[in-house]
């Protein structure tokens, strides 16, 4: 009989990867009082050693298996490839009624290679924050990161709805704003609004930088706001994004085709001098713009460059 699924605060919460994501759930468990007691995850010694100095874990080891050993929630906060071997390391570790989450920007191959390690009686209810920063690493955390974003829930059929509840409680209270839908339709979504930008941006981000060389130093000295937002999303953890790609391949690749044949109407419209073509658009995608303000989604101050402090952290993708 498995342990049953009670309300906040959980008991003990493990966390596996503390890089922004990650240290920033441990110090929102801390703020809100979800957690009595919160286990740091990190293989890497300079990751663990940093997270006690800033004391934002009750313990910290590298052993994943006993990290979870006794926890009622395990989230897993790594690249979305690493998720299958670390899935498989403390599959039999995890006790009777415990949960199972993670913060994937991608639900399909997560639910594909996490669920197979779970032991019947452990409930799996898959999460993605959509909120983060270009920065990295435990002292790139804070609190208040998922502070009126939204958090989107992707459970499989069958998940009991008494630990899917708890895991909506758990982002509610860091301020998140809740979403639950399948894993197929997350990723279909989240492959225009936050994946296929970020491709464009990485590929804009890289031919200026072979047009570099031909300006001598122009393209940076010259750049306007909307290249620095390129390279600020183009700034993201290249590991994380390079499985977000791989993993989500389809569902990018059809949006890819979608927006090729968007570019190529483009095109046309300034080729063949079409002004009401083009204004007509540039007013569509600007009512877009204002609805995402309106939505608190961000902020209309005019802070080029990003100043902290001025707007709120925008998605990197995750």
Known sequence: MTAPVTSLPFERVGIVGLGLIGSSIARALRKSGSAR?????????????????LGIADSVTGDAAAGVAGCDLVILCVPVMANAAIAEQIGPHLAPGAIV???????????RDIAPHLAEGVHFVPAHPVAGTEHSGPDAGFAELFANRWSILTPPAGTDPAAVERVRALWSAFGSNVEIMTPEHHDLVLAITSHVPHLIAYNIVGTAADMETVTESEVIKFSAGGFRDFTRIAASDPTMWRDVFLTNKDA??????????????????????DGEGLHALFTRTRAIRRGIIASGQETAAPDFGRHAGLSAPKEPGA
Not at 44 to 51: G, L, S
Not at 252 to 273: H, K, S, T, Y
């Open 101 to 111: 989450s993670d913060v994937g920007s991608v639900k399909g191959a997560v639910v």
């Open 37 to 53: 007691a919160i286990v740091a995850i990190d293989r890497d010694e300079a990751v663990q050693a940093r997270v006690s100095a």
């Open 252 to 273: 990018v690749l059809e949006m890819l085709g979608r927006f090729n044949e968007d570019l190529a109407a483009l095109q046309r419209m300034i080729r063949w001098g």
